[in-house]
């Protein structure tokens, strides 16, 4: 008897287990004990803590981020802040913040995200970002994780430089607005070198980015 009901309360552990969403922990980051979180500086922010779903990485040096429109999810870094005083949301319909990121070797970086959950025609997005700068942006178009994405890279200096997406869900109206700008205040030789690894690592970050299965029962927090 005692080994059926040992049976019995490992299967319902095992099944509660697997209920939990991909990337979460039954207790959140922001529910936790200093001490008991990682010693990076995404964590030691109170606001940025909020969106962070697990103290575990989802690759070396990022942690999940789940958007309070609970729309989207996506690799953050360990470096980065969600500024509160700029942070602006309208239920699950937008969402808006600039992320400070702190590169490491003396390189700071600005994330800006904008949410909608009915994105405009790609010509007339594409257009708006454009207008941001003083260049013509070459955009890329690539498909990555149902996303649709629009990326291109700009440079308004040789100090400060960066990239420009869109992405647009294939499934529904919703998209995003990204642009990440990098400050380099290193030598030449090292801008230029932060410009090229850049490129690469912004591309991996933007595919981390996901559109969550559109539910309208679950309440944004």
Do not use: H
């Not at 490491?104 to 257009?127: P, Q, R, V, W």
């Not at 607005?177 to 090292?190: A, H, K, N, Q």
């Amino acid at each position: 008897m005692k080994y059926w009901f040992a049976m019995v309360l490992l299967f319902l552990v095992l099944l509660l287990g697997g209920c939990q969403k991909e990337g979460e922990q039954s207790v959140k980051p922001a529910e936790m004990d200093m001490e008991d979180l990682p010693d990076v500086r995404a964590f030691q922010d109170e606001f940025t803590r909020g969106f962070l779903l697990s103290t575990e990485e989802t690759r070396e040096g990022y942690y999940p981020f789940m958007s309070r429109t609970r729309e989207y999810k996506m690799d953050f870094p360990a470096g980065g802040i969600v500024g509160e005083k700029g942070y602006s949301k309208k239920g699950q319909e937008f969402e808006s913040y600039l992320a400070g990121v702190d590169e490491g070797n003396g390189f700071e970086a600005s994330i800006k995200i904008d949410y909608y959950s009915k994105i405009g025609t790609t010509s007339s997005e594409l257009g708006m970002l454009s207008k941001q700068f003083k260049q013509k942006l070459n955009f890329k178009k690539y498909d990555k994780n149902e996303n649709t994405t629009y990326l291109a890279n700009f440079e308004e200096d040789e100090k400060n430089f960066g990239s420009v997406a869109l992405l647009d869900d294939k499934n529904t109206k919703r998209g995003l607005l990204l642009i990440y700008e990098i400050e380099c205040v290193g030598s030449d030789e090292d801008c230029e070198i932060k410009k090229k690894t850049m490129r690469s690592k912004v591309e991996k970050w933007i595919n981390s980015i996901k559109f969550m299965k559109s539910d309208k029962n679950v309440e944004a927090q």
